[in-house]
Nanobody
Framework: QRQLEESGGGLVHTGGSLRLSCATS????????IAWFRQAPGLGREAVAC??????RKYYADSTRGRFTIAKDKTIVYLEMTNLEPEDAATYYC????????????????????????WGKGTLVTVSS
């Protein structure tokens, strides 16, 4: 059974850092591309970063490039977030899909948000000003 489970959310002050983890089970991270999305209350879902399964290429949204770093280690995908701003507060989700071109295009804003094959349940990040 394929599952994704996020952890690491919490409360952080503006300018602070946080590392989110996405524990995967039942996936080959050499085959699936993993992405991080976020959704704040009342707003749409936003893709923030992804890491391509077969070659490890990384893509970032304009809003997070330079502040967020995505990485993977064995079965866990991390999202290192630095210099956090109140606008980063949201529930963060990891998702998996076999179509890396779709995922990369969504993260870069080149296509509208597409559905992903698998989703986690999310972890909440709160940023205090």
């Amino acid at each position: 059974q394929r599952q994704l489970e996020e952890s690491g959310g919490g409360l952080v002050h503006t300018g602070g850092s946080l590392r989110l983890s996405c524990a995967t089970s039942g996936f080959s991270l050499d085959y699936y591309t993993i992405a991080w999305f976020r959704q704040a209350p009342g707003l749409g879902r936003e893709a923030v970063a992804c890491i391509v399964g077969h070659d490890g290429r990384k893509y970032y949204a304009d809003s997070t490039r330079g502040r967020f770093t995505i990485a993977k280690d064995k079965t866990i995908v991390y999202l290192e977030m630095t210099n956090l701003e109140p606008e980063d507060a949201a529930t963060y989700y990891c998702a998996a899909d076999v179509d890396w071109t779709k995922v990369a295009a969504v993260v870069q804003g080149l296509r509208r948000d597409g559905d992903m094959d698998y989703w986690g349940k999310g972890t909440l990040v709160t940023v205090s000003s």
